[in-house]
């Protein structure tokens, strides 16, 4: 058993930051290739039958990246979430984190289009613009302009509904929170038969654009991470869990019905965020706390929002957009593509992201006092600074005293 002084310490010197959780930075840039090479495959990039089939193995259930960040949202934003804040600084804070990338894109989506001489909805555009486009079930207009953006289109909902939410989450029962980490993936299974609710056409849209069903993942990040705030949460250790991943996605691609891949993953997925929260919180190793995987998942919003613009792009110009490259030119250009984009990306989150972050976000007010575990308020140099993955040095230590006394998680 160990103390909550050694504990403290011990993740205070093995981390880069006391108040930060850089592992969960790290797994954003997991779940940003997965979708990368998602749309790779789908794009038909590598020609070579053989080349082809070990990129469809790899990244069949790559769509779930989407997922991955869903329920990563849910996670962060309560674990660094403080009780007192005003309602409009946390959605100002986020609207300066997602709209000025997204509004650059939006144009340069619409430069591309006028460019190749595609016509533009005027209504599709202006959903898109204004992140309301996933609550549109007509066809195209969900995946119109710059394709990728129906994400942020979910996950502003989640930004509303979340402060007034998060009261009632903080007063709810442990075994309330449970029962949702529980329940989510059985409704993930349900929304299958679901499906035949809504016309046939809109059946796509339902189970994987509509921010309501959508949502159902966001909140089980939300459930788990107030468990682990409580200290109640239960799961493996980082390497555990990373097995279990692994383990998870290769039957899954071979073995799994398709209609079970999303509930199937989403624990798998839970597993390995809270295991990689507790070993940044415990100080213990974790290879998603590697310098070049943080930087990697700071940019990998900005990477998310241009690689299927630029991918599009190019192969279009160049007359290949569905048309696989024959040899070694197809996982070549995939290559040059990571490449490029990330080279893009890093230009969009040193010179657009970060600036526009310090302009436009709103400080946070000075919240409540939170308690340490001897009663005393923290002082204000523990409270976490802004960012999504802050978390206060005396919560971790209470998060420690909790558990050294209900036990190692299993």
């Known amino acids: 058993?160990?103390?909550i002084r050694v504990d403290a310490e011990r993740s205070a010197t093995s981390t880069p930051s006391a108040n930060r959780l850089p592992s969960l930075t790290g797994l954003r840039?997991?779940?940003?290739?997965?979708?990368?090479?998602?749309?790779?495959?789908?794009?038909?990039?590598?020609?070579?039958?053989?080349?082809k089939a070990v990129v469809d193995v790899i990244f069949t259930l790559g769509l779930s990246g989407v997922q991955f960040f869903f329920i990563l949202s849910g996670f962060v934003l309560v674990w660094s979430a403080r009780d007192g804040e005003r309602h409009r600084d946390f959605w100002r804070r986020r609207l300066a984190k997602i709209y000025p990338n997204h509004v650059l894109t939006w144009a340069a989506a619409l430069a591309v289009m006028w460019w190749f001489a595609d016509p533009v909805v005027p209504r599709a555009a202006l959903e898109n613009l204004f992140l309301v486009q996933a609550w549109d079930p007509t066809p195209g207009y969900f995946y119109s302009i710059n394709t990728v953006s129906w994400s942020l289109s979910c996950e502003l909902f989640f930004y509303l509904c979340l402060p007034l939410v998060l009261p009632a989450l903080r007063r709810a029962r442990t075994g309330l929170l449970w029962s949702v980490v529980v329940a989510v993936p059985l409704v993930i299974v349900a929304l299958w038969p679901?499906?035949?609710?809504?016309p046939e056409e809109s059946t796509w849209w339902f189970t994987q654009i509509f921010p309501l069903v959508r949502s159902t993942e966001f909140w089980l990040g939300v459930a788990a991470a107030e468990l682990m705030r409580r200290g109640r949460w239960r799961g493996p250790r980082l390497p555990l869990a990373s097995l279990i991943f692994v383990a998870t996605w290769v039957v899954a691609g071979l073995w799994i019905r398709a209609e079970l891949w999303a509930a199937i993953l989403?624990?798998?997925?839970?597993?390995?965020?809270?295991?990689?929260?507790?070993?940044d919180v415990r100080g213990r190793p974790s290879p998603w706390r590697h310098r070049r995987l943080v930087w990697l998942g700071e940019v990998s919003f900005a990477f998310y929002l241009v690689h299927v613009l630029v991918m599009v792009t190019v192969l279009r110009a160049s007359g290949h957009l569905g048309v696989g490259l024959p040899g070694w030119w197809g996982p070549l250009v995939v290559l040059g593509f990571l490449v490029v984009n990330l080279v893009f990306a890093a230009a969009l989150h040193r010179w657009v992201e970060n600036p526009m972050m310090r302009r436009l976000a709103s400080r946070r007010r000075p919240p409540a006092p939170l308690a340490s575990p001897s009663g005393a308020p923290v002082p204000a140099g523990d409270r976490p600074a802004p960012g999504d993955t802050t978390v206060p040095v005396a919560r971790r230590a209470a998060t420690s005293s909790s558990r050294s006394t209900a036990g190692r998680p299993g």
């Open 194 to 198: 679901g499906q035949l609710l809504v």
């Open 29 to 51: 840039w997991v779940a940003a290739m997965l979708v990368f090479g998602y749309h790779a495959g789908t794009m038909r990039i590598v020609g070579d039958p053989e080349a």
């Open 1 to 3: 058993m160990v103390s």
């Open 266 to 279: 989403s624990v798998a997925y839970l597993l390995v965020i809270t295991a990689a929260a507790d070993a």
